[in-house]
């Protein structure tokens, strides 16, 4: 884990006059972004930061975590964490709480994603998107909950409508973003009595990196044509950033971006069989080799984790992996 500044003022944290003149209930607030160097993480830190939130961006690349930080209004943190090593998490919120002090708000939105069949998709790339989306996920919480627990803060969970329904040649992406809906809800109940407020977030198609070959991917692609027109519409991280915004003001159980995706969910129950059919019927269009087109991990951000991951493995000349 390493920490770094960008305009940096006393303790090493980004001091910038602010322009925003409203009064905002987040004003003077600390928050942690994860996933935060680019897409949705990056928008909402600047959105925070423009609400007058102290903000702690944490990522895997460094360089792009001091780019988004440049110019925030507000006092920032960033430091390249990697959310499945537990200690680099702890080590976090040891900074995050000496440096800006303790978190009143913990966004998990880190995450990867990796197209292609299943049986042709690596055990250990499979395993990694569950690692970083999934267990990423509760390693955030358990570093950040004794901030949570003093403030009676408010955790946000980041999944996705690919819990609605799952689409082939996504599993490891469908299945990690279930899971991370339900950790959500369940870690809900569990700290409700001690004042701390749990949301998840449901985001559809939204310009990031990640879905920039998406028409590359032939049953996302069929699938995305099959929804109406104001569905298939893909959004700004600025404007998901926005909604994500209100919601944690409100510190809403469940945010939707965009917004009328709340009425979907009375009709979830139909949305697995639906995507079925149209995935099945796209199947049985095209041969298997035309599912080999626009594979792996998907987005710069996914390619960045996955090839820290694998240098990080790789045995040293020596014989023994890096620690």
Known sequence: ?????????????????????????????????????????????????????????????????????????????????????????????REVEARLGPADVVVANAGIAVSGPFRDTGADLWQRVVDVNLTGAANTVRAFLPHLTRTRGYFLQVASTASFGSAPMMSAYCASKSGAESFAQALRCELEPDGIAVGVAYLHWTGTDMIGGIDDNPVLRALRAHQPRFARRVQTPARVAGLL?????????SVYAPPWLRWCQPLRPVFP????????????RRSGAKFTVGTGVMGAGGSADWNAHRSAASPRPGGQAES
């Open 245 to 253: 915004t209100a919601g944690i003001v409100r510190r809403a159980p």
């Open 273 to 284: 069989a639906l995507v079925a059919h149209i995935s099945r019927r796209e199947l049985r």
């Open 1 to 93: 884990m390493r920490t770094s500044g960008r305009g940096l003022g006393r303790h090493g944290i980004a001091r910038r006059p602010s322009p925003h003149t409203g009064v905002s209930p987040l004003r003077g607030r600390v928050a942690v972004v994860t996933g935060a160097a680019r897409g949705v993480g990056a928008a909402l830190a600047a959105a925070l930061s423009e609400a007058g939130v102290r903000v702690a961006l944490l990522g895997r690349e460094e360089e792009r975590l001091r780019e988004a930080a440049a110019g925030l209004p507000a006092p920032t943190l960033c430091v390249e964490a990697d959310v499945t090593d537990p200690a680099a998490l702890d080590a976090a919120a």
